[in-house]
């Protein structure tokens, strides 16, 4: 009976999961690690499962989790679109970052997001999602969060994507077109795509705000091909190269000329980028080493003509390059588990010049940065029951440190901790806090200023919407911003509700000495910087939008979400029910102590894990459920191959997030002597309005056979700004919703057998702004000023996409 008890729970946590006669349950010695004098032997069942090879080990509970079918369900067609979709989850409440998550793949650090940009969802085994403090751990700053991915060990790919869409307010058509190209195999993987992107102009016309001869939205052609190739060179180690050339040609139409509406302004510009980066992973002894290096060039040629004669040019170039090393393992096996230490060692240079030329007045500007830096991280578990020391979860503080030296400022020191409590692995806690240095970017200080006619512009002193002349460029005259960030989270996966996680997070930054681009003006910033604003008679005729420096901005946030999935209609022997699909390690696996990072690699990319006792590679390590997200989550069932070409299995899955912001407060000091500017109450620095006191954002799916829909909606409370010729201005609350149904036919045997060109395709409409709704804008008399006239806040409005993709 013991050993069929014991085969039923082994099969429902993990086909690797190997049943035994006698369980084992390890009795933790004084040093921490089991020896087989601790060994007992119980009348106990022990069940462990191994990780999938790839996945993060960190003590850190991961926020989310997506399996394949979690995956398929949002009907993505690259990991680009796939981020896109999952933003509400993977953006950071702190405001510091690039906006995009830190990637890794496979648990390893890559030499930039080209490399994954383009591969196909259906390439993915798993997502893991976790909170910024991870980053440190692998040698980068805790301002964004981090996102692994872990690719299939054996799938290849040649595929085909046409899409074509339009505004249903028409003026518009755009159309792409994608080949692609992807392979992975236990010696790395290779892919190349291609693209063609076209969009047509759409004029003021064309939403009924006058014939002017402006554009709202340009002409453009991309043309973009890019490939990524990795090389497994032994099971620890791999090399990895990518390369991206895109070339962007548009068009635009600035407005009447100075021989008025038969002299319109013409401005046609190219852009050209090539962007290239190279990376190596391996094992030193216990330790995991990465070593990355990137260049970038991006060219920019822009003409503004005139029919009756005239052209002024502008040009600009910017080359960016650099280099890191990072080394992270365990340094010592502490009281409580190993201590391990993240170093990286980074340089990067920037070269950036530009010449405008303005009816025969040149100005040019030639601005470089080199900027060394050293980054550490060293994480010291305090308390672990599995080592016996405390009885109250795990605990472990995290401490991080970097000095940067920019050739054009001086040193610049950022330094912070971060304290993990682990109460039970259902619940986690984190605080952290950072304080660190940050120098305008080269552009900011040095761009040569570019001037642009006929801006569309409100004016709060008088009431009107008028027709400007602004500059835009650097400001030489810019400090070095100070910062420090103060963050508590708290996440919870109640065990009584499968596939349920809960998340809530507070911020609280400030920030000394801000560099901004010009605020919008009101009689508030006016008053502030009066010699940036032109008036001819009281009009505004010109404005010089170049950068300045606030001297004190501060802000604090909480955002609480949820995040609940489970799956349905599955096989027998269907996919494991993750994150975002529930489940629990089957049969209550023990947590036992782990090998430090880096003491059992995962393989190199596309190599699966070798089942114990091969000869080749050491058995995987047994599941340590961790927080909630974190380790193992077999489910039920074990896992089953994907049903269809893009992932999904034969069978469903239904998905809902749900994430809430709401300011506390956000308020910004200009200069010493100036009124603060509280931006939820009635004061603005930019031309959207003040800030929203609350942001809801809500995101869920369902999928079913090949079948899927998703709906994604987000909600802005708006906001006031006070003072002005007509009184405040108020912009409106605004609820967007988007909408994707999408049909993969490999799973639709039925039509597959009587159309067989629908094989291996699948079918995507999307419509973007399903209710065409446009933030309203009014001033106190219930105006709609025509600078924010809907045409041109949202010129698009509601858009209807259809896409076709076809793999062979």
């Known amino acids: 009976m013991r050993a069929l008890l014991l085969t039923g729970a082994a099969i429902a946590a993990a086909p690797a999961a190997m049943a035994q006669d006698q369980a084992t349950v390890p009795v933790v010695s004084s040093s921490g690690t089991p020896t087989d004098d601790d060994i007992d032997y119980a009348d106990e069942i022990v069940v462990t499962a191994p990780r999938i090879a790839g996945q993060l080990d960190t003590d850190i509970a991961a926020e989310a989790e997506l399996d394949e079918a ?18 509400p989850i993977t953006r950071s409440g702190r405001g510091r970052g690039s906006g995009r998550p830190v990637i890794l793949v496979n648990g390893r650090r890559i030499g930039g997001f080209g490399a994954v940009r383009n591969l196909p969802p259906e390439a993915i085994a798993k997502v893991e999602i976790f909170p910024e403090e991870v980053a440190l751990q692998y040698g980068y700053a805790a301002t964004d969060r981090v996102v692994n991915f872990v690719l299939k060990p054996d799938f290849k790919q040649v595929s085909v994507e046409g899409e074509a869409g339009v505004p249903t307010q028409g003026g518009q058509f755009k159309s792409e077109l994608e080949p692609a190209v992807v392979a992975i195999g236990q010696n790395g993987r290779f892919n190349l795509n291609g693209g063609w992107e076209h969009q047509a102009m759409l004029l003021e016309r ?9 554009s709202l939205l340009p002409a453009s052609d991309t043309y ?18 990518s390369l991206r050339f895109d070339q962007t040609d548009s068009l635009s139409l600035l407005g009447p ?43 920019q040629r822009i003409f503004t003509e005139r029919l009756s004669g005239g052209r002024d040019r502008f040009d600009s170039s910017q080359q960016s390059f650099g280099g890191n090393a990072n080394i992270s393992g365990s340094v010592v096996e502490g009281w409580a588990g190993p201590i391990r230490a993240s170093i990286t060692g980074a340089y990067t240079g920037l070269r950036y010049d530009s010449r405008a030329d303005r009816s025969g007045v040149i100005t040019t500007s030639d601005l470089a940065r080199d900027t060394p830096s050293v980054f550490g991280s060293l994480t010291v578990p305090i308390l672990d029951p ?3 020391v405390g009885k109250i979860g795990r605990i472990s503080l995290t401490l991080n440190g970097q000095v940067e030296n920019p050739s054009d400022f001086a040193a610049l020191k950022s330094w912070g901790a971060t304290l993990n409590w682990g109460l039970t692995d259902n619940l986690s806690l984190l605080a952290s806090f950072n304080r660190d240095e940050a120098a305008p970017s080269v552009t900011q200080l040095g761009a040569a200023p570019l001037v642009t006619d006929n801006v569309t512009y409100y004016d709060f002193r008088t009431g009107q919407t008028v027709q400007i002349q602004t500059t835009t460029g650097g400001n030489p005259f810019l400090l070095a911003e100070q910062r420090r960030d103060v963050k508590l989270g708290l996440n919870w996966s109640p065990p009584m509700v499968e596939g349920l996680s809960l998340s809530i997070n507070y911020n609280s930054n400030r920030s000394d000495d801000t560099s901004n681009g010009f605020p919008l003006l009101t009689p508030e910033i006016e008053a502030a910087f009066p010699d940036r604003a032109t008036r001819v008679g009281g009009v505004l005729v010109a404005l010089d939008q170049r950068p300045v420096n606030f001297d004190r901005a501060t802000n604090s946030q909480i955002r609480w979400g949820i995040n609940f999935g489970r799956s349905f209609g ?51 390590a047994p599941a340590r459920p961790r927080g909630p997200g974190g380790g193992f989550r077999g489910g039920r069932g074990g896992r089953g191959g ?30 010493p002597g100036v009124p603060e500017l509280d931006l939820l109450n009635g004061s603005a620095t930019g031309n959207g309005g003040g800030s929203n006191r609350n942001l809801v954002e809500l995101d869920g799916g369902v999928f079913y056979k090949g079948v899927g829909a998703r709906v994604s909606a987000k909600y802005d409370s708006g906001s006031r700004v006070v003072g002005g010729a007509n009184g405040d201005l108020t912009f409106h609350d605004l609820a967007t919703f988007n909408l994707r149904f999408f049909v993969d036919f490999n799973q639709k045997p039925e039509l597959t057998k009587a159309l067989p060109i629908l094989k291996g395709s699948r079918l995507r409409l999307s419509i973007d702004n399903l209710f065409d709704a446009q933030r309203k804008v009014t ?5 709609v000023p025509l600078t924010y006239a809907p045409g041109y806040i949202d010129p698009l409005g509601r858009y209807i996409e259809l896409e076709w993709r076809k793999a062979f």
Request: proline fraction near 7%; aromatic fraction near 6%.
């Open 70 to 87: 979690a995956i398929a369900s949002y009907g993505a067609s690259s990991i680009e679109e796939l981020l896109t979709a999952l933003e």
């Open 206 to 214: 064309e939403r009924d705000l006058g014939d002017t001869g402006r």
């Open 224 to 241: 973009i091909i890019d490939g990524t190739i990795v090389r497994n060179l032994d099971k620890v180690t791999d090399l990895s190269a």
């Open 257 to 299: 000329g100075a021989g008025g509406v038969s002299d319109p302004l013409r401005r046609d510009s190219r852009t050209q980028n090539w962007t290239g980066s190279a990376s190596a992973n391996g094992m030193l002894g216990a330790w995991r080493w990465s070593v990355t290096g990137n260049y970038a060039d991006s060219d």
């Open 386 to 388: 599995d080592y016996d």
């Open 570 to 620: 599955q096989s027998q022997a269907g996919p494991g029910a993750g994150r975002f699909g529930g489940g629990r390690p089957a049969g209550g696996a023990e947590r036992r102590p782990q090998p430090a990072q880096g003491d059992a690699p995962p393989p190199p990319d596309g190599q699966a894990a070798k089942p114990a006792g091969s000869g080749d590679a050491p058995a995987a």
């Open 642 to 671: 994907p049903g269809g070409m893009f992932g999904g299995p034969q069978g469903g899955r239904w998905q809902l997030s749900l994430y809430h912001t709401i300011k506390l407060t956000d308020r910004v000091l200009i200069r």
């Open 779 to 783: 001033d106190a008399s219930g105006v």
